[in-house]
T-cell receptor, first 118, second 107 residues
Framework: DTEVTQTPKHLVMGMTNKKSLKCEQHMGHRAMYWYKQKAKKPPELMFVYSYEKLSINESVPSRFSPECPNSSLLNLHLHALQPEDSALYLC?????????????????FGPGTRLTVL | GESVGLHLPTLSVQEGDNSIINCAYSNSASDYFIWYKQESGKGPQFIIDIRSNMDKRQGQRVTVLLNKTVKHLSLQIAATQPGDSAVYFCAGEKLTFGTGTRLTIIP
């Protein structure tokens, strides 16, 4: 299995809702990532987990809360979002942390969750 | 900090010709670069990477060249095919993505 899966594919939520995005990989990868991508823009790194521990938070607002319950799963909990948070949220994983000098830090991306905040 | 950028937002190439997509970076201490391909409706896909101790790296139909003197890297795609149509991003070691070049292959 060389796939990163993300659910749901689409999500519409109001500003007062609480929702969660899910990401799963069964490749034994030890690093997992959340990115945000606005239309016609490049992906922007949000969080990095390495060995199930949060290693990088790119100054993301607290209304986004990541969680890594185990080495295969990565969640992004959403609360009190704003319309400008509407975007494609991408999950990725790599065998080693991207900062390692090994040859195994190729990132595999999921298809993303298209989020619309009303 | 790390900054990477791409030179052209769009590029159209005849099918079968070679494509060259360029990228510049600002931090001379950057040690690692990655090229990604993103097709419409999909997540980015890793194409090839290169470390600063190399000038050139080749993959299947792709070659990445790194010129550390002018802080520039390029992605060359040989004998382009319709399936090569996508947005191409370069990224630096801090996973900062450039703005992207949309490559269109003309049949």
């Amino acid at each position: 299995d060389t796939e990163v899966t993300q659910t749901p594919k689409h999500l519409v939520m109001g500003m007062t809702n609480k929702k969660s995005l899910k990401c799963e990989q069964h490749m034994g990868h030890r690093a997992m990532y959340w990115y945000k991508q606005k239309a016609k823009k490049p992906p922007e790194l949000m969080f990095v987990y390495s060995y199930e521990k949060l290693s990088i938070n790119e100054s993301v607002p607290s209304r986004f809360s990541p969680e890594c319950p185990n080495s295969s799963l990565l969640n992004l909990h959403l609360h009190a979002l704003q319309p400008e948070d509407s975007a494609l949220y991408l999950c990725a994983s790599s065998q080693d942390d991207y900062r390692s000098i090994s040859s195994y830090n190729e990132q595999f991306f999921g298809p993303g969750t298209r989020l619309t905040v009303l | 900090g790390e900054s990477v950028g791409l030179h052209l937002p769009t590029l159209s190439v005849q099918e079968g010709d070679n494509s060259i997509i360029n990228c510049a970076y600002s931090n001379s201490a950057s040690d690692y670069f990655i090229w990604y391909k993103q097709e419409s409706g999909k997540g980015p896909q890793f194409i090839i990477d290169i470390r600063s101790n190399m000038d050139k790296r080749q993959g299947q139909r792709v070659t990445v060249l790194l010129n550390k003197t002018v802080k520039h890297l390029s992605l060359q795609i040989a004998a382009t095919q319709p399936g090569d149509s996508a947005v191409y991003f370069c990224a630096g070691e801090k996973l900062t993505f450039g703005t992207g070049t949309r490559l269109t292959i003309i049949p």
